[in-house]
């Protein structure tokens, strides 16, 4: 379970947290297109956006807790869920996952590279 966070005090964590805020807004701007766009059915729409939402918010509270950055993966998986509702959330979930990515990977670097009192 330690290769899927970052130490609370990694610089990486704020650049993921930055991620997930902005993915919130995404999402919740998802909900239109759903709807406009491809016919989604309100309830459906509005329920598993609030789901990514919800599981980003939370893993954007908890980003210094061992179950933050866990929740920052099922937000990224959730937000790729979404385009099988809109296709146009694949792009945007898609380019927030790589964001992700990319900010953990080089936290992960950064750990590797810093002295052992450091972390």
């Known amino acids: 379970?330690?290769?899927?966070?970052?130490?609370?005090?990694?610089?990486?964590?704020?650049?993921?947290l930055s991620a997930l805020v902005f993915e919130v807004i995404v999402f919740g701007l998802g909900i239109p297109g759903m709807l406009l766009l491809d016919r989604v059915p309100v309830g459906l729409a509005v329920a598993t956006t609030t789901v990514a939402m919800v599981l980003a918010l939370a893993a954007a509270a908890t980003l210094r807790r061992p179950v933050g950055h866990p929740l920052g993966w099922l937000a990224q998986l959730a937000g790729l869920s979404l385009g099988f509702l809109t296709p146009m959330m694949f792009a945007a979930s898609g380019i927030f996952a790589l964001v992700w990515a990319g900010c953990f990977v080089l936290g992960k670097r950064i750990e590797k590279q810093a002295p052992p009192d450091a972390r």
Do not use: K, Y
Not at 1 to 16: E, S
């Open 1 to 16: 379970m330690r290769a899927l966070r970052l130490a609370p005090t990694n610089p990486m964590n704020r650049a993921l």
